[in-house]
T-cell receptor, first 114, second 114 residues
Framework: DSGVTQTPKHLITATGQRVTLRCSPR?????VYWYQQSLDQGLQFLIQ???????AKGNILERFSAQQFPDLHSELNLSSLELGDSALYFC?????????????FGPGTRLTVL | LAKTTQPISMDSYEGQEVNITCSHN???????ITWYQQFPSQGPRFIIQ???TKVTNEVASLFIPADRKSSTLSLPRVSLSDTAVYYC???????????????FGKGTHLIIQP
């Protein structure tokens, strides 16, 4: 158990819909990262938040957005869903500034778009 | 970031030592080498990180030659539960993961047989 929690575990929805994935980082971790893992693209970094502010962007689509709240939990919003958005979405957290590149990954949310 | 190249797959037997080599010819002075392990449908898990020479922890060793253009992850006495995908990453700075998301390649699928 990494200490990072994600909800829901599974999500099945239809094309064109909007969903919200939730992540709670490890206690004390200020950075939250979102990753997407699909069979064809592998594990890809989407976006990072640090203490409520967006810190880095990866391959995140314009239809996707995220935010980090004052209690440090984060939400990833996916809208106008397409079949190709079906994937495992992981949240990870870390304490920025530590002498390590260790990120702690949650169990993931499996999104299926029908 | 330096691109990494590692075997697509490897197999070995229980009780053997397994060495997975990763090439990173364009590694920069401030880059660190980090390895993650991922089991099916789970988030990646940090294994080890190093800058040069040798690093050892309770699960693995990491060997980095003087030119730092490659590195070798060594797993002693593997068991069936070590069957997983192993990712070699080059990250900026010792805490670079706190500034940017991690860039995962395809990884090495390690299969351990009885």
């Amino acid at each position: 158990d990494s200490g990072v929690t994600q909800t829901p575990k599974h999500l099945i929805t239809a094309t064109g819909q909007r969903v919200t994935l939730r992540c709670s980082p490890r206690s004390g971790d200020l950075s939250v990262y979102w990753y997407q893992q699909s069979l064809d693209q592998g594990l890809q970094f989407l976006i990072q938040y640090y203490n409520g502010e967006e810190r880095a962007k990866g391959n995140i689509l314009e239809r996707f957005s995220a935010q980090q709240f004052p209690d440090l939990h984060s939400e990833l919003n996916l809208s106008s869903l397409e079949l190709g958005d079906s994937a495992l979405y992981f949240c990870a957290s870390s304490v920025a500034g530590r002498d390590s590149n260790e990120q702690f990954f949650g169990p993931g949310t499996r999104l299926t778009v029908l | 970031l330096a691109k990494t190249t590692q075997p697509i797959s490897m197999d070995s037997y229980e009780g053997q030592e397994v060495n997975i080599t990763c090439s990173h010819n364009n590694i920069a002075t401030n880059d660190y080498i980090t390895w993650y392990q991922q089991f099916p449908s789970q988030g990646p898990r940090f294994i080890i990180q190093g800058y040069k020479t040798k690093v050892t922890n309770e699960v693995a060793s990491l060997f980095i030659p003087a030119d730092r253009k490659s590195s070798t992850l060594s797993l002693p006495r593997v068991s069936l539960s070590d069957t997983a995908v192993y990712y070699c990453l080059v990250v900026w700075g010792s805490s670079g993961g706190g500034a940017d998301g991690l860039t995962f390649g395809k990884g090495t699928h390690l299969i351990i047989q009885p």
